[in-house]
């Protein structure tokens, strides 16, 4: 798998679109630092995982390749999907504490205050 | 090809955090010669921000982000730095409770186990790490515990912590009394020696009695090789990494089988006023339907509230830009329910899975509706329960729709306090050690951590961790003294 930067380029590209998805007016910089943090924890997951990530996130990848980055990440953001809704919740969940921790003036769309 | 590093001493103490240090003092001061490995670094108290996310990334294993396979999953998190957990944990205090000794004692057929020794060792530890209340005033998230509670007419108690404070001084302004602060220095005093950043990988064997140990020492991402000999071995890596060791080494009788943890559900309440401390924990704790479940207060953070507020993005998002108006509250439950860690060969970290039973899960959802009661008698204004979909509870009626709403397998559930993955006792077919923490089936492999503890205590942990483990170092040091 290539990386981008020390970020698996499928991760980075799940991560960037979701965030730019949730928070639309989170400036540039702001989101490739915050998708680089991302990065930085999917590669100090435990082993399984982080096997487990890297795979989820190929899949998604790929299928996004095939139908659509949005379309498929409107339907894994929003279908009970086991395992599978873990992965959205995962990169959200590490991007908003890295977002509103850096930055705790940020909007809820993003924007800063 | 470079040669190994190798060092040679009495006792090899694997893992520096509440059992390794206790362990470490205890044998450095009675004359062994004791070498600690620490995986982690070395970071000083005050360099890092209490529950911040560097702090996570210095000092816990996997910056933090480590989860036990289930339905739900739950997430927990491990110390990873010279101290262990003591270092970054909340040092809320609980003597064992006698009853729980009790029963352990009897059930697990744990030998000169007498409840009055071992508290008596607590009043050692409470001394040594300057336990005590909080000289002078409260956070406003402790206070909103305690006032919630109190309308309520449900017990509750400000938690004594291991810290110290200027005269007088207010509940921000304690020091944590880790390991790195009180039983390393002793042991050091007494000549103990510590390699930090070393990860023992593998304790090598031959029939009964362990030859040496095979670690990695990293420093700037470099990797070498380091071998120990030693007399003896004792792990306290904690109740995760200590049986995937052992596992590693071939030894798996009752090991790793029975993970007992403390689940915990969350809400974050938002109030009229500021309440936020980002770097304190509430000190009150609601102990009216203990012990099955409890409830405290948990780091918040505004990147932590964020977090809590994840579950229901859409409904609970705006709510985080009010994050000084937030605090963040939890409900602990005791768990009839197991977890296994199985160290998998040629991986790296252990596999852990756990299950909580229908009991364990019907209790999250009542912890959860009294807390938001707690919570809404305390004055919040609005509740965010940590479970998808989770309503916003602005009042009682809400309390309703919510409890309606929970299920256990939509919840964020999370833990801290992980035991019992090498319960000790003389009974071997529940426990992977003997009444003293010596592993069946060898002459020289002892486990002296949270590993032992035969089940979870129903209260904070610590102090029974650190208990157990001085009297067991003690009780090594009779022996090998003879
Ligand atoms: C965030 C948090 C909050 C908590 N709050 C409280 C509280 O308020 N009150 C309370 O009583 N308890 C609390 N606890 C629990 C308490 O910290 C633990 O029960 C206690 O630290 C367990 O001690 P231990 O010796 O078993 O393991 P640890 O303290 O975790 O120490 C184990 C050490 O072994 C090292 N290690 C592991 N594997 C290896 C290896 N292969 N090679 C070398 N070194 C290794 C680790 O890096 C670690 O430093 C909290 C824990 C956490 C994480």
């Known amino acids: ?113 | 090809m470079t040669r190994a590093v190798h060092h040679d001493c009495d006792v090899l103490i694997v893992g520096s955090g509440a059992g390794g240090a206790t362990t470490a003092a205890v044998l450095a001061e009675a004359g062994h010669d004791v070498l600690i490995v620490e995986e982690g670094s070395w970071v000083e108290q005050g360099s890092t921000v209490p529950f911040s996310l560097d702090q996570m990334d210095k000092q816990y294993r996997s910056g933090g982000v480590t989860v036990a396979l289930g339905l739900p999953s739950i997430a927990y998190t491990e110390g990873r730095c010279a101290g262990g957990g003591t270092e970054v944990n909340s040092g809320l205090y609980w003597r064992p409770p006698e009853a729980t000794l009790e029963l352990w004692r009897t059930k697990y057929q744990i030998r000169d186990f007498a409840s009055s020794d071992l508290l008596d060792i607590c009043a050692e530890v409470e001394s040594e790490l300057s336990v005590q209340k909080v000289p002078g005033e409260h956070t406003d998230a402790s206070d909103i515990l305690r006032r919630g509670a109190d309308r309520l007419g449900w017990r509750n108690d400000e938690i004594p912590r291991w810290m110290t404070y200027p005269e007088g001084a207010g509940a921000t302004e304690g020091q944590r009394q880790s390991m790195t602060r009180t039983y390393l220095p002793r042991a050091f005093a007494s000549g103990a020696r510590i390699l930090c950043d070393h990860r023992l990988d593998k304790i090598t064997r031959s029939g009964r009695r362990a030859t040496g140990a095979e670690l990695t020492h990293t420093v700037d991402g470099e990797s070498s090789a380091v071998t120990v000999a030693f007399r003896d071995v004792i792990v306290c890596g904690g109740a995760i990494q200590t049986p995937a060791i052992l596992q590693r080494t071939g030894l798996r009788h009752r090991v790793g089988r029975t993970l007992a943890v403390h689940p915990t559900v969350k809400l974050a309440a938002r109030f009229d006023d500021p309440v936020n401390t980002p770097e304190d924990v509430s000190v009150f704790q609601v102990k009216q339907f203990a012990p099955n479940i409890s409830f405290g207060g948990s780091a918040s953070h505004p990147g932590l509230v964020a977090l809590a507020l994840t579950d229901n993005w859409r409904d609970f998002g705006s709510a985080v830009t009010a994050w000084p108006e937030l605090a963040i509250y939890y409900a602990a439950i005791t768990s009839e329910g197991r977890g296994l860690v199985q160290a998998i060969p040629g991986v790296r970290d252990p596999l852990v899975t756990y299950r909580l039973t229908k009991r364990d899960r019907d209790l999250l959802g009542q912890g959860l509706a009294r807390l938001a009661m707690v919570m809404l008698e305390a004055g919040a204004e609005e509740v965010y329960p940590s479970f998808k979909q989770a309503p916003i509870v602005r009042d009682r009626a809400d309390l309703a729709t919510m409890t309606s709403m929970f299920a256990a397998s939509k919840a964020s559930v999370m833990t801290v306090h992980l035991c019992s993955t090498a319960p000790m006792g003389d009974d071997e077919r529940r426990c992977a050690t003997d009444s003293h923490g010596l592993v069946h089936g060898t002459d020289n492999v002892f486990v002296n951590d949270a590993a032992l503890l035969p089940e979870a205590p129903g209260v904070n942990p610590q102090a029974s961790v650190m208990a157990i483990a001085i009297r067991n170092a003690r009780r090594y040091c009779d022996e090998r003294a003879g």
């Open chain 1, 1 to 113: 798998m290539s990386d981008t930067g020390s970020t698996p380029r499928t991760v980075a590209r799940f991560a960037e679109g979701l965030l730019a998805a949730d928070l639309p007016l989170l400036a540039d910089d702001r989101r490739h630092e915050t998708v680089e943090f991302i990065g930085r924890r999917v590669g100090v997951l435990p082993s399984i995982t982080r096997f487990g990530v890297l795979a989820i996130g190929a899949g998604v990848d790929t299928a996004g390749m095939i139908v659509g980055h949005h379309r498929v990440r409107r339907v894994i953001t929003r279908l009970p999907l086991p395992l599978l809704a873990e992965y959205p919740r995962l990169v959200r969940s590490l991007g908003y504490a890295y977002i509103w921790e850096t930055w705790p003036d940020t909007d809820v769309n993003g924007a800063s205050r």
